[in-house]
């Protein structure tokens, strides 16, 4: 039993020399920000949540992570238990948090209470023509060029020194559930995609990714859901409009079955946009899966690491030719099997 239950994610937290410039790339990157009278910017997306992303002045860098409790009183609660105090959030939309440190050092926020305001419009999704079914009749498709449509922030991913250490600390105190844990080889855990236990109530497949792979440790990146696919698309082509660097995509991931599109800010801290990704509830368990089931798509452009569009470390090449080589003898035992979350 965890000491509470986190709802969702609320924020991501990054250090920038220049606000003006991060501020540029967030309005091409979809999110409605201001510079506040803190001197600090804060980004939003239309879900009424007073900002999901967080930049102040200072050498760059990822800051923060920031969750959701579902009320001041699993703050308290939790505060308690690790000895820690609730303090009065100075920010858009006030509210509570306390502030903890995970294994690795990084500063969580934990967050309740802030004001919400009414949800934004966001594009409709049109009406599809597949060969099968005929939904959109004597209606043409015409779309808006521009920013994709941000609604909120769904997950972020960390790389971290012991991934069975962090698991556990995040696990003990906010409730995550497995849904994928990723095996370099039977028994040798190097991540999982961990949901929120929200009971009943459906909730993405993953709000935290811990991966423990070779590469320097600390924030890989942070996602954001937009409108629809048609939205990303769009997105996509303004963002590239604007020679914003691109980092993958857009395909479509195999564990959680987002359609992605990766993008860097910057000072190099990537973003993601997804649309149509899996939902669970807590019932519907936990599972394995493999470094390949990680980085394959269903469609689209392959990762950067396995396609050589990004030139990796040696570390980070004899990590996965090693890997490459215990796959193969892992499928050659077996196949998938079902974990406890
Ligand atoms: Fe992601």
Redesign the pocket.
Known sequence: MSVIKIEDIAHVRFAAPDLAKMQSFLTDFGLQSDINEDGRLYARGSDGIPFNHVTETGDPGFVALGLRAESVEDLEKLAQAENAAVESLDAPGGGKVVRLRDPDGFLVEIVAGQGKSANGQLPADASRNSAESKDRLRQAVRLEPGPSHVQRLG?C?LNVSDFRASERWYKERFGFITSDEIEARAGTAIGAFMRCDRGDEPTDHHTL?LAQLPQKRGFM?A?FEVANMDDLMLGHQHLKSRKHHASWGVGRHVLGS?I?DYWTDPWGHEL?H?TDGDLFTAADGSNMATASDLLAVQWGMPSPILSGKLAPSPETLGFFMAMHARLKAFFGRGSRKSVEG
């Open positions: 997950h991913v990714f990146h996602a987002q992605f993601e997804w």
